[in-house]
């Protein structure tokens, strides 16, 4: 098995754990939004998977940078950038994350998040279909 083929099967592993962990928080700012959950236990859950989601992301980017498959590098680097500067723009907090439980509930914050979650999602799903077609064109060639 060539580094191409193991390198896309391991893409298209890590994006459907991306996927996982997009369509949660979509879901638990949709819980928000429906008062289904308060804002303390909503941060207190998405907080801790915001560093495994940019760092797996991280990792796929470096994949693609040392594997020379540039037009998948730089597909993903605008989402790497955004990653990058939103944690080093995140509120003060005590704890690692990006959300803060007295700003999550301000109807802008709140917009903002889940129209990030959307986008998110839509960019993972495009890729997911993206890699499965790399991934068989390397077995087939």
Known sequence: MS????CFILALLISIGLIFMVIWNVIAFDDLRTDYKNPIDLCNSLNPLVLPEYGIHAFLCVMFL?????????????LLAYHVHRYMTRPVMSNVGVYDPT???NSSELNRCQREGWVKLAFF????????YRMLYALLS
């Open 103 to 105: 700003q999550v509930m």
């Open 125 to 132: 799903l495009i890729s997911f279909f993206i890699y499965l």
């Open 3 to 6: 580094f191409e083929v193991l």
């Open 66 to 78: 040392f594997g020379g498959f540039w037009v998948m590098f730089l597909l993903n680097l605008p």
